[in-house]
């Protein structure tokens, strides 16, 4: 069965340093989300991508945030100058279609030291 | 702001039925979601209904709308320790494409 698969699954780094957080959505689908998890709280939404371009963003993806689908296969979110508060756990998600059903990745666990 | 609510645990014994509910606020959601999250896993999509209906059935798992409440409830038959994880109930914010507001989630426990 097809699936979202998110490398690296834990990624430390030291605060203002720039990730990369890389994700491969499902083969035939169109739109692709990130969301993150703070330990302890709920998923939030972060931002949305079809057609090359961002469809929403939270308030939470300020410029210190990008994505960016390089090739036909990936999709990543990097963050420029990372701070302690973005340790969290960053889920990618895919649709095939408009308000479709969203298929989530496993994760990348980011700390940030 | 739209928010969507649940409660944070859940007891039942090996073979019984599982409830578990959630509200939302937002009267403009047009899908409703339950999600699985097993330890040190992603969020697996278990099921979803659209706004215009009032049940879904699938296998041991029923959901059941109540738009006017805005009400949502995941009833896991038979329930397997093998069910024991966090259940995720969103909902799409407003007209958006895909911005899902999550619940905090209910730690399902199954004794056996």
């Known amino acids: 069965e097809p699936e979202v698969t998110q490398t690296p699954s834990h990624q430390v780094t030291q605060m203002g340093q720039e990730v990369i957080l890389r994700c491969v959505p499902i083969?035939?689908?169109?739109?692709f989300y990130w969301y993150r998890q703070i330990l302890g709280q709920k998923v939030e939404f972060l931002v949305s991508?079809?057609?090359?371009?961002?469809?929403?963003k939270s308030e939470i993806f300020d410029d210190q945030f990008s994505v960016e689908r390089p090739d036909g296969s990936n999709f990543t979110l990097k963050i420029r100058s990372t701070k302690l508060e973005d340790s969290a756990m960053y889920f990618c998600?895919?649709?095939?279609?408009?308000?479709?059903?969203?298929?989530f990745g496993p994760g990348t666990r980011l700390t940030v030291t | 702001g739209e928010d969507v609510e649940q409660s944070l645990f859940l007891s039942v014994r090996e073979g019984d039925s599982s409830v578990i509910n959630c509200t939302y606020t937002?009267?403009?959601?047009?899908?409703l979601y339950w999600y699985k999250q097993e330890p040190g896993a992603g969020l697996q999509l278990l099921t979803y209904?659209?706004?215009?209906?009032d049940m879904k059935q699938d296998q041991r798992l029923t959901v059941l709308l109540n738009k006017k409440d805005k009400h949502l409830s995941l009833r896991i038959a038979d329930t397997q320790t093998g069910d024991s994880a966090i259940y995720f109930c969103?909902?799409?914010?407003?007209?958006?494409?895909?911005?899902?507001?999550f619940g905090k989630g209910t730690k399902l426990s199954v004794k056996p």
């Open positions: 991508f079809y057609n090359n371009e961002i469809s929403e």
């Open positions: 937002d009267s403009s959601s047009t899908y």
């Open positions: 209904i659209f706004s215009n209906m």
């Open positions: 998600a895919s649709s095939e279609r408009d308000r479709g059903e969203q298929y």
């Open positions: 083969s035939n689908h169109l739109y």
């Open positions: 969103a909902a799409n914010y407003g007209g958006s494409q895909g911005n899902l507001i």
